[in-house]
């Protein structure tokens, strides 16, 4: 492929992503507070967190499967008209139990964050993956800014209820896909199905579980717990910014725009550089330390800004933790088996997404609203512990060039 045509897929890709995280973030700051209104306790809110992962989980590995079958282009729109179902329910909901339903349905939605990734490991050579993961996280961070501005403003206004207005952009963005968004040639109908054998999602997982540290098992497991520390802190954030800094509904989202903010830095500016001279198992080691700071930092801070200094480590780590860890994965597949892997690693994530806020939120309650940073700081800092037996496929050095290739001088 030339490379002004995968340039050019990786950018309607990350425009793509770009719309959907808006919506994402419309709803994400209020859910909080929506399900107190509603009646529910920390424990519930923290359930209704997990409730999206539990979705994810159900759905990711088919969704990879299908992709690898049927191709990538499909199963990223039908996610986006799922996600539009979703929000409807969650802005019209009357009862916590709907809410419920909506995390589990827009989970189910969200299972193609692993065929997303494979589109674009199919649309770009494999020596600018690193980098081209970085950009596409770039898109997601910018929607994950703009998004709870989104939401603020609707409610300020009250010119559109915020659950509607998601709806509705993810609608815009199918429609946006279904004429700009092509499928990768290597990934059309049929020619990624030979290669996938029947019941290889299984074999994939049995295999994880019984070699933990073996190539691929180590990073799908530094990935997983390092998701369920960030998921812990996503669960009872909102929580806890509103009993120590008295946020609401109508100004959380400036914590999130904050975060957004030093992230899409980070991924547009600092992770290619950090590749290069770390390699990317350097990079997800450096990723691990700074979110263990950031989840002890949080606690600490008694005022406005040094709650801005001290969250700035986790978005931090987590630029940094993450495109590492999954570019690894999608170096290490087998030819033919990328969307089959990456969702996978996208269900052993779900179990993270799942666990992580079901436990900190039953921590909140019971054991003090500071208890979940401290455990997932714990967590995270076994894991860098564990972290060590991964290796980097190439020098630093020679990640670091193709890390340059990747960057898009005009419209991933």
């Given amino acids: 492929m030339k490379a002004r045509d995968f340039v050019s897929r990786l950018w309607v890709l990350m425009l793509t992503v770009f719309v959907d995280m808006i919506g994402f973030l419309i709803v994400l700051p209020l859910l909080p507070f929506y399900a107190e209104k509603l009646g529910a306790d920390p424990t519930r809110v923290g359930a209704?967190?997990?409730?999206?992962?539990?979705?994810?989980?159900?759905?990711?590995?088919?969704?990879?499967?299908?992709?690898?079958?049927?191709?990538?282009?499909?199963?990223?729109?039908?996610?986006?008209l799922i996600a539009a179902v979703a929000y409807v329910v969650f802005e019209s909901a009357t009862a916590v139990w709907l809410l419920f339903l909506s995390r589990f349905v827009q989970g189910a939605g969200a299972g193609t964050v692993g065929v997303v990734q494979?589109?674009?490991?199919?649309s770009v050579p494999r020596r600018d993956r690193a980098k081209a993961l970085g950009w596409l996280t770039v898109a997601t961070s910018a929607g994950t800014m703009i998004g709870p501005v989104v939401a603020m403003v609707a409610l300020a206004t009250g010119w559109l209820e915020p659950g509607y207005l998601a709806a509705?952009?993810?609608?815009?963005?199918?429609?946006?896909?279904?004429?700009?968004?092509?499928?990768?040639?290597?990934?059309?109908?049929?020619?990624?199905?030979?290669?996938?054998?029947?019941?290889?999602?299984?074999?994939?997982?049995?295999?994880?579980?019984?070699?933990?540290?073996?190539?691929?098992?180590?990073?799908?497991?530094?990935?997983?717990?390092?998701?369920?520390?960030?998921?812990?802190?996503?669960?009872?954030i909102a929580l806890?910014?509103?009993?120590?800094?008295?946020?609401?509904?109508?100004?959380?989202?400036?914590?999130?725009?904050?975060?957004?903010?030093?992230?899409l830095v980070m991924r547009a500016v600092v992770l290619?550089?950090?590749?290069?001279?770390?390699?990317?198992?350097?990079?997800?080691?450096?990723?691990?330390?700074?979110?263990?700071?950031?989840?002890?930092?949080?606690?600490?801070?008694?005022?406005?800004?040094?709650?801005?200094?001290?969250?700035?480590?986790?978005?931090i780590g987590t630029a940094l933790l993450f495109p590492a860890t999954t570019s690894m994965v999608?170096?290490?597949?087998?030819?033919?088996?990328?969307?089959?892997?990456?969702?996978?690693?996208?269900?052993?994530?779900?179990?993270?997404?799942?666990?992580?806020?079901?436990?900190?939120?039953?921590?909140?309650?019971?054991?003090?609203?500071?208890?979940?940073?401290?455990?997932?700081?714990?967590?995270?800092?076994?894991?860098?512990?564990?972290?060590?037996?991964?290796?980097?496929?190439?020098?630093?050095?020679e990640l670091g060039a193709e890390v340059e290739i990747a960057v898009p001088a005009e419209p991933a």
């Avoid at 540290?213 to 009872?236: E, T």
């Avoid at 997800?284 to 700071?293: D, H, K, P, Q, V």
């Fill in 48 to 80: 209704l967190v997990a409730a999206f992962a539990v979705g994810q989980l159900a759905a990711a590995p088919l969704w990879g499967r299908l992709s690898d079958r049927y191709g990538r282009r499909p199963m990223i729109l039908a996610g986006l």
């Fill in 272 to 315: 290619g550089p950090v590749v290069k001279r770390r390699g990317e198992a350097g990079t997800l080691r450096i990723g691990l330390l700074s979110i263990a700071t950031g989840l002890v930092a949080l606690t600490l801070a008694g005022s406005l800004w040094q709650l801005a200094l001290a969250a700035m480590f986790v978005p």
């Fill in 240 to 263: 806890y910014l509103e009993r120590v800094f008295g946020a609401t509904a109508r100004n959380m989202g400036w914590f999130y725009v904050w975060v957004a903010a030093v992230s």
């Fill in 168 to 236: 509705g952009l993810c609608v815009l963005n199918f429609l946006f896909g279904l004429i700009w968004l092509p499928e990768p040639l290597t990934a059309r109908r049929g020619e990624t199905a030979s290669r996938t054998p029947r019941g290889a999602t299984r074999s994939a997982i049995l295999e994880i579980i019984r070699h933990p540290a073996g190539s691929i098992g180590a990073l799908v497991l530094v990935y997983s717990l390092g998701m369920m520390a960030f998921m812990a802190l996503n669960g009872v």
């Fill in 330 to 397: 999608s170096h290490r597949a087998a030819e033919g088996q990328t969307g089959l892997m990456l969702g996978v690693q996208q269900s052993f994530g779900g179990v993270a997404r799942m666990l992580g806020p079901l436990w900190a939120g039953a921590a909140f309650q019971y054991y003090g609203i500071r208890s979940p940073f401290y455990i997932a700081a714990g967590l995270v800092l076994a894991v860098w512990l564990f972290s060590q037996v991964v290796r980097d496929d190439e020098p630093p050095e």
């Fill in 118 to 122: 494979a589109y674009l490991s199919d």
